[in-house]
């Protein structure tokens, strides 16, 4: 079975600082990867996905998200964050044979103004 | 297409009450997860239909939850009875194509059991 683990479970920040956030996936297969947004108070949103080709891959918001098979790891950063960016962050795995979203614990980002 | 839209966006209820959350997934999508999401456990997926049907109930906690899909443009979560620990927000997502695409989510479902 799939897993994912998000290393950092509380990250505080102050604007314009940079921002990486880890995560690591356990399955040998072929995966799709996804990092998710979600504001205080809202549904989750897609921040950036990984399918195929460029291992480096560019979000919305200033985000991106850098695929390396052999750390299976999909890391999310952002060089300048901002106060808007305090959220919780997400990172997912669907494995191409299980058809199953996994989500790791999350991210909880604050960024102070 | 207005998203994923669950019903009721709050619901506080008595233990032992019946509760009922409900979900209408983005038209076409043929894949629909339910997630709950607490501060102790994370996002947790309970289950998922493929064309109405359900593949996947393993993450179902225990017999007094119980999903259905009755066409595909609707499903239902239900507890019966409600205990306090099933306090958390409950999400419904949905995907065209599951693995192959992203999941879009509902705003979810905010439940309260005292």
């Known amino acids: 079975a799939q897993s994912v683990s998000q290393h950092n479970h509380h990250v505080i920040l102050s604007e314009a600082a940079s921002l990486e956030l880890g995560c690591n996936y356990s399955?040998?297969?072929?995966?799709?990867l996804f990092w998710y947004v979600q504001y205080p108070g809202q549904h989750l949103q897609l921040l950036l996905k990984?399918?195929?080709?460029?291992?480096l891959v560019k979000g919305i918001k200033g985000f991106e998200a850098e695929f390396i098979k052999s750390k299976f790891s999909f890391n999310l950063r952002k060089p300048s964050v901002q106060w808007s960016d305090t959220a919780e962050y997400f990172c997912?795995?669907?494995?191409?044979?299980?058809?199953?979203?996994?989500f790791g614990r999350g991210t909880s980002l604050i960024v102070h103004p | 297409d207005a998203g994923v839209i669950q019903s009721p966006r709050h619901e506080v209820t008595e233990m032992g009450q019946e509760v009922t959350l409900r979900c209408k997934p983005i038209?076409?999508?043929?894949?629909l997860f339910w997630y709950r999401q607490t501060m102790m456990r994370g996002l947790e997926l309970l289950i998922y239909?493929?064309?109405?049907?359900?593949?996947?109930d393993s993450g179902m906690p225990e017999d007094r939850f119980s999903a259905k899909m009755p066409n595909a443009s609707f499903s239902t979560l239900k507890i019966q009875p409600s205990e306090p620990r099933d306090s958390a927000v409950y999400f419904c997502?949905?995907?065209?194509?599951?693995?192959?695409?992203?999941?879009?989510f509902g705003q979810g479902t905010r439940l309260t059991v005292v």
């Open positions: 038209s076409g999508h043929d894949y």
């Open positions: 239909f493929n064309n109405n049907v359900p593949i996947d």
């Open positions: 990984y399918f195929s080709g460029d291992p």
């Open positions: 399955y040998g297969g072929t995966v799709n």
């Open positions: 997912a795995v669907n494995a191409h044979r299980s058809y199953i979203p996994t």
């Open positions: 997502a949905s995907s065209l194509r599951g693995a192959d695409t992203e999941a879009f």
